[in-house]
């Protein structure tokens, strides 16, 4: 039982104290571990005892689980993306589900930006390279990687991070092209300077292809083996959304055909499992999930993800809700 009339919260995983120090001022805050996720189990036996939850991006929050833990009264998780949470129980539920948007914003667009020139201008292999001790002069056609002026990058998905990612483009002076389910305003498009074209288009003539849409079932396997066919072969694509946007065999298949240039990828389909493939291949660049992962906007982050799950648990409306049904 709780020693004092504060709200009690658990926070599954140890995050800055600039977020930690906020919680603690108005609740009773237990952080399940610095080193590891509770299991299924764990977060099923602690939930009982806690008012709210702040959540990682692979605590998985899925229907059964909602269904055991109704008397939550917020969930905070610690991410933009929301997948592992089902909105919809946690809606009929009644508890408000809070995420980190805007915070990692320009971290996130700027880790796309470093796998496209990681991999465009071979950079891992060029390390490598030296590293062995292979490098015995300079040669006029060692590693040659792509020119980034005047090529097209398709943005699939113009939310703020794409548009963070169209902005990054055009100080390239690359073309941008982009597929966005709902088209954007006019001004926006002037502003970023962007094209839009259908995602068959935007696949079919984009040097570069940046995935910067949420994860969902729509979104589910959206590059195919089918898609990836149609890619250009000096393409390249650039996933720093979720993994399961992309069929992860397809990929390898398509990568070692050639079919596409090369692949940069922050996320997989089944974190922290890599499908074996890629580790075979010298034109895909991997980094273990780490689009949001600077100091500063991990604190932010926590910062945010903190007043959210306070605010809820204080009657007010949290900064950034995802189902605000839950208060209508
Ligand atoms: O992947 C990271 C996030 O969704 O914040």
């Excluded at 919260?9 to 120090?21: D, N, Q």
């Excluded at 070692?256 to 996320?267: E, F, I």
Aim: a negative charge.
């Amino acid at each position: 039982m709780s020693q004092t009339n504060k709200p009690r919260v658990l926070v599954t995983r140890e995050i800055p104290e600039a977020g930690l120090a906020i919680l603690r001022e108005a609740c009773e805050v237990t952080v399940f571990s610095s080193e590891r996720q509770p299991t299924r189990e764990e977060l099923l036996a602690l939930l009982p005892n806690y008012d709210g939850l702040l959540s990682m991006l692979i605590d998985i929050l899925d229907r059964p689980m909602l269904e055991k833990v109704p008397h939550l009264r917020v969930i905070s998780n610690y991410a933009v993306g929301y997948n592992n949470i089902d909105i919809q129980a946690a809606t009929e539920l009644g508890i408000p589900v809070t995420n980190t948007p805007g915070v990692l914003t320009n971290a996130t667009a700027d880790i796309a930006w470093a796998l496209l020139m990681a991999v465009t201008r071979r950079i891992v292999e060029g390390d490598a390279y030296v590293r062995q001790g292979k490098w015995v002069g300079w040669s006029p056609d060692l590693l040659l990687g792509m020119e980034l002026g005047g090529k097209t990058i398709g943005i699939v998905g113009a939310g703020r991070i794409g548009l963070a990612v169209a902005k990054r483009a055009r100080a390239f002076d690359m073309n941008v092209k982009y597929y966005n389910r709902r088209r954007l305003d006019e001004e926006t498009e002037r502003e970023y300077s962007l094209n839009y074209v259908d995602l068959d288009t935007l696949v079919r003539t984009s040097d570069v292809i940046s995935l910067n849409l949420p994860y969902n079932q729509e979104s589910h396997h959206l590059f195919n083996a089918d898609l990836l066919s149609r890619m250009k072969p000096t393409a390249y694509l650039i996933n720093t959304a979720r993994g399961a946007i992309v069929d992860e065999a397809a990929l390898v298949e398509a990568l070692k055909k050639r079919q596409l240039a090369g692949a940069g990828l922050d996320v997989f389909e089944n974190e922290p499992s890599v499908h074996p493939g890629f580790l075979e291949l010298d034109n895909v660049v991997l980094v273990p999930h780490l689009g949001s992962s600077t100091r500063e906007t991990r604190d932010n982050m926590a910062i945010l993800a903190a007043e959210n799950l306070v605010r809820a648990l204080q009657g007010q409306r949290p900064h950034s809700l995802v189902n605000p049904e839950v208060y209508s």
